[in-house]
């Protein structure tokens, strides 16, 4: 039997090539990967600041009850984020789209000081429903915005006529006030006994003016922020409630400055916003707001009747 | 004969001491040929990367322009009508675009807790009719015609609105109202 003694013998030249090959390989597709998430990164980015800008005309609108219909072209998660510090506080937007069946990551936060959007803390899908609503205690605080994807479904059961009058008004389909489906989620009000208040998954009790959701209660005056609380979620909802009440305090100061100015001019001083101002300061959860809009009441009623009226 | 031996032996090791020479010289110059190579291939692939990169990439700044600009736009055409400007029914019923200038010189006395609020780089409201340039302070204020809230650098996007304010005209009030224009500046992007 011939055995071949010679073996295989690499030369260093050989050697050289294939671990410089490798490591140039490597380099390629290492920079090729940090390409492709950058430029997920500046998509989510980009839609991000696109979406601030689409809500523009809603937050400083003057018009009531607008819908925009948001569509995607992949799909899409909304990130609803805030921080509560500052004179506003901040909405903070991240936005996450599906790549090649992976979802985006990005760390690049879209906020805003004059946004306020109630939601949930993720909202997922390709078409989305933004609609927004004045709210005013008693004063025009802000727009507030709801937003919420086409794929959840809400069936308003028992709603009071002006409510239902204002879901017709907005025309969405996944908005129902009857003939509700399977899957909707089924949003009660002043809940009673029979087979139509059975599995209800939101309770609104209009004379308490809560909203009892996932076993938790929310607070609300004004339908503004009955619908943020029926949409959003409790922490989403607590801080933006904060938040708003904190553009509240900013505006009274305004007003404060106003009345200073009027009062040069002629104008009696008949308004007193210092016990608003104080309530208002101290509302920290949505339970505090009844208090605040106690207030608010008088300070309207003052307005009303005031020689130079400041709103 | 011994001597003629040892010579022979010298001059084969010679000889073959020489030839390991040229080769290794020659394995040498492989080595440096394919190092120069695989440098220049390395530069060439960073060179096409880099150039993808920058195709990849040229646009994100003209639409980061484009956005601040859009932005301005949908802002300067419904500013006058946010809460901390609109006039409300604080001069009889409610009117849309109307400037309250009373609220509006608080506003300048508030500015730097807004500074960051609308996200632009000026504010300025200008009467346009009847015409008065005077930049209002509290001292001139109601009969001046400019209110600079936030001095404007940059570009600049205006639209019109009426400008109300309340005047004493020999111990009675009245609302005045003028035609103005609001302008936001946006700037460049960094």
New interface residues.
């Given amino acids: 039997m011939i055995k071949n003694k010679k073996g295989f013998q690499v030369s260093f030249a050989w050697l050289f090539a294939i671990i410089v090959g490798a490591f140039i390989l490597f380099l390629a597709i290492y920079g090729v990967i940090k390409i492709l998430n950058t430029g997920g990164e500046i998509t989510s980015v980009k839609a991000g600041a696109e979406l601030g800008v689409l809500l523009d005309p809603l937050e400083t609108g003057f018009e009531a009850e607008r819908t925009v219909l948001l569509k995607m072209p992949v799909e899409t998660r909304i990130y609803n984020k805030y921080n509560t510090y500052g004179n506003f506080g901040k909405q903070i937007i991240q936005v996450s789209q599906k790549n090649w069946g992976k979802w985006s990551q990005t760390n690049v936060d879209v906020s805003f000081q004059n946004k306020y959007i109630f939601s949930e803390s993720v909202v997922e899908g390709k078409n989305f429903l933004i609609f927004s609503k004045p709210f005013e205690f008693p004063f025009k605080v802000a727009n507030v915005i709801y937003l919420i994807s086409s794929e959840k479904n809400y069936c308003f059961i028992n709603a009071p006529e002006e409510i239902e009058e204002e879901l017709l008004d907005l025309d969405q389909n996944n908005l129902l006030v009857e003939n509700c489906l399977a899957k909707s989620l089924r949003v009660c009000f002043d809940a009673g006994i029979g087979p139509d208040f059975q599995e209800c998954d939101i309770s609104v009790d209009t004379g308490r003016r809560e909203v009892e959701k996932e076993n938790q209660t929310m607070f609300f005056e004004t339908d503004a922020l009955m619908y943020a609380a029926i949409f959003s979620d409790k922490s989403v909802y607590e801080s933006q409630v904060k938040r708003l009440m904190k553009r509240t305090n900013e505006l009274l100061l305004l007003y404060d400055d106003k009345a200073v100015l009027l009062s040069a001019q002629g104008c009696p001083l008949d308004v007193g916003l210092l016990v608003l101002r104080n309530v208002v300061n101290n509302v920290q959860t949505s339970e505090d707001l009844v208090n605040a809009a106690n207030a608010a009441d008088d300070v309207e009623r003052e307005n009303d009747y005031a020689e130079c009226k400041l709103w | 004969m011994q001597q003629m031996m040892w010579k022979e032996k010298m001059t084969m090791l010679n000889v073959n001491y020489g030839k390991m020479i040229k080769k290794n010289k020659k ?1 040498q110059m ?2 440096q040929q ?2 120069f190579m ?1 440098i220049a ?2 530069l060439f ?1 960073v060179l096409v ?1 880099l150039f ?2 920058v195709i ?2 040229s646009g ?1 700044k003209e ?2 322009a484009l ?1 601040k600009e ?2 301005a736009l ?2 300067v ?3 006058a ?4 400007f ?1 006039c ?3 001069f009889g019923t409610t009117k ?1 675009n109307c400037i ?1 200038g ?2 509006a ?3 300048k ?2 500015i730097n ?2 500074s ?4 632009v780089q000026g504010i300025e409201i200008k009467n346009i009719y009847p015409k008065n340039q005077e930049i209002c302070t ?1 001292e001139n ?2 009969d001046c015609g400019e209110i600079t809230l936030i001095p404007g650098t940059g570009t600049g996007v205006s639209n019109f609105v009426a400008l109300c304010k ?3 005209i020999e ?1 009675q ?1 009245y609302d005045r109202c003028e035609l103005a224009r609001i302008v936001v500046y946006y700037g460049e992007t960094d």
């Avoid at chain 2, 960051?116 to 996200?119: K, R």
């Fill in positions: 394995a492989k080595i394919m190092a695989l291939v390395t692939f990367g993808f990169v990849l990439f994100t639409s980061a956005l859009e932005g949908l802002l055409s419904k500013l009508n946010s809460p901390e609109s409300g029914n604080a849309i309250d009373d609220k010189m608080a506003l006395d508030n807790t807004y960051n609020f609308w996200g509290f204020y109601p309340k005047e004493n111990g009030i």
